[in-house]
Nanobody
Framework: QVQLVESGGDSVQAGGSLRLSCVTS????????LGWFRQAPGKEREGIAG????????YYNDDVEGRFAISRDNSKNTLYLQMNSLKPEDTPMYFC???????????????????????WGQGTQVTVST
């Protein structure tokens, strides 16, 4: 069973940076995608960044492309999301996620089928103020 524990959420000013961490356990092979979603109150959960373990392919949605970077330290079983040039609209709750499948299957879920993602962390709050 995959377990995910996020940390690193904080309050920052617009233009600042934060790094979120997600310690993973139970990921037994490389046919997994790991990544990050975020959800604002009253809105759907949206996939913003993904990392496929078999080959290291990455995915970013248009809102964060060029500002956020996803990476993984295999020795620490930890996934990171480096967030730079933060904007007030980057404010919501961030969730670490994991799912097993092909790269295309995973990225399809990140793009538009969040309800089908297999495992979630508890979430960490990011607040960006002006």
């Amino acid at each position: 069973q995959v377990q995910l524990v996020e940390s690193g959420g904080d309050s920052v000013q617009a233009g600042g940076s934060l790094r979120l961490s997600c310690v993973t356990s139970g990921v037994t092979d490389t046919r997994y995608c790991l990544g990050w979603f975020r959800q604002a109150p009253g809105k759907e959960r949206e996939g913003i960044a993904g990392f496929y373990l078999n080959g290291g392919s990455t995915y970013y949605n248009d809102d964060v492309e060029g500002r956020f970077a996803i990476s993984r330290d295999n020795s620490k079983n930890t996934l990171y999301l480096q967030m730079n040039s933060l904007k007030p609209e980057d404010t919501p709750m961030y969730f670490c996620a994991a799912d097993r499948g092909t790269y295309v299957e995973c990225m399809t879920k990140w793009e538009r089928r969040s309800a089908e993602v297999g495992a979630w962390g508890q979430g960490t709050q990011v607040t960006v103020s002006t």
